[in-house]
C-alpha cells in the first residue's frame, strides 16, 4: 500500500470513528414539561410541547326566574373541570359574585345544566338583556360566556 492511500484510509478511518461516536452519544430533545420551558436534560433543548387546551363552553342557556338562570356546560377539554365559583355581570357593569361555590365537576367530554343564582338585589335576570357569567375551576381558571 502506497503512502497516500494509507492517508486517505486513515482520515476516512478517523471520520467514520467520529461519526459512530456522535452517533452513539446521540439523544432526540425532549419535549418540555406542560407548563415549562426548561427541557429535563440540560444538554438539550425543549421541543415546543403545548399544553392541552382546557375549555368550557355553553351550548345553550335559559332564563328560569329573575334569580335563576341555566347554562349547559359542555367541558371540551381532556381533564375533569371542578368548578368553584361563578360571577355574573350585568350589561350596566354591575356584578354578583358567588366565590364559596360547591359546583359541580364536569368529565371530559360531557355536558351538564348548571344554575347560576343571584339574589336579585343589585340586577335581575331578564329576557333580552345581555350577561356575562365567569365561571372558575379548581385550578382558578376562568371561563367567560355571555349570554344575549
Known amino acids: 500500500m502506497n503512502k497516500n492511500t494509507l492517508g486517505s484510509l486513515a482520515v476516512v478511518l478517523v471520520g467514520v470513528a467520529a461519526f459512530g461516536t456522535m452517533l452513539a452519544f446521540y439523544e432526540q430533545p425532549t419535549a418540555c414539561p406542560c407548563n415549562s420551558s426548561s427541557s429535563p436534560n440540560p444538554w438539550y433543548p425543549c421541543i415546543h410541547n403545548p399544553c392541552p387546551k382546557e375549555t368550557l363552553t355553553v351550548q345553550s342557556y335559559r332564563i328560569n326566574t329573575p334569580t335563576n338562570l341555566t347554562l349547559n356546560i359542555l367541558n371540551a377539554g381532556a381533564s375533569p373541570k371542578a368548578l368553584i365559583a361563578y ?38 335576570f331578564q329576557t333580552g338583556m345581555s350577561y356575562t357569567v365567569t365561571i372558575v375551576d379548581s385550578t382558578y381558571d376562568q371561563f367567560a360566556f355571555t349570554t344575549s
Open 87 to 124: 360571577y355574573v355581570k350585568d350589561s350596566t357593569g354591575v356584578q354578583f359574585a358567588n366565590s364559596n361555590w360547591s359546583g359541580p365537576t364536569i368529565p371530559p367530554a360531557v355536558a351538564i345544566a348548571i344554575n347560576i343564582l343571584i339574589d336579585g338585589r343589585a340586577f335581575t
